[in-house]
């Protein structure tokens, strides 16, 4: 994960990337996928299950464009992966 904390938490914009390439760009609440954002798969077989819009409690609730929402949280996690390295050296 890149981006915004509160209390150890993903908190506010970022991006969580798991291990088999799955990524969810967009915005977190407490520790979960909450609000907008998108979430993307890295297997081709699965792209077509790629969803963007509205989450609830890691659930997409319903589908919407959110294209501003998706680029603000790719900012904010360079911008948190660049400051890991800065504090790294």
Same mark, same amino acid.
């Not at 904390?5 to 970022?14: E, I, K, R, W």
């Not at 919407?64 to 790294?88: G, L, M, P, V, W």
């Given at each position: 994960?890149?981006?915004? #904390? +509160?209390?150890?938490?993903?908190?506010?914009?970022?991006? #969580?990337? $798991?291990?088999?390439?799955?990524?969810?760009?967009?915005? #977190?609440?407490?520790?979960?996928?909450?609000? #907008?954002?998108?979430?993307?798969?890295?297997?081709?077989?699965?792209?077509?299950? +790629?969803?963007?819009?509205?989450?609830?409690?890691?659930?997409?609730? $319903?589908?919407?464009?959110?294209?501003?929402?998706?680029?603000? %949280?790719?900012?904010?996690?360079?911008? %948190?992966? %660049?400051?890991?390295?800065? +504090?790294?050296?």
């Amino acid at each position: 994960y890149d981006g915004e #904390f +509160n209390q150890g938490l993903y908190h506010g914009l970022g991006v #969580f990337t $798991r291990c088999d390439g799955m990524k969810y760009e967009g915005e #977190f609440q407490d520790g979960k996928v909450y609000g #907008f954002g998108c979430l993307k798969f890295s297997n081709k077989t699965q792209k077509s299950l +790629n969803s963007e819009g509205f989450f609830e409690d890691n659930k997409l609730s $319903r589908h919407e464009t959110c294209t501003d929402i998706i680029q603000k %949280a790719i900012k904010i996690a360079e911008h %948190a992966k %660049a400051e890991q390295k800065t +504090n790294q050296t």
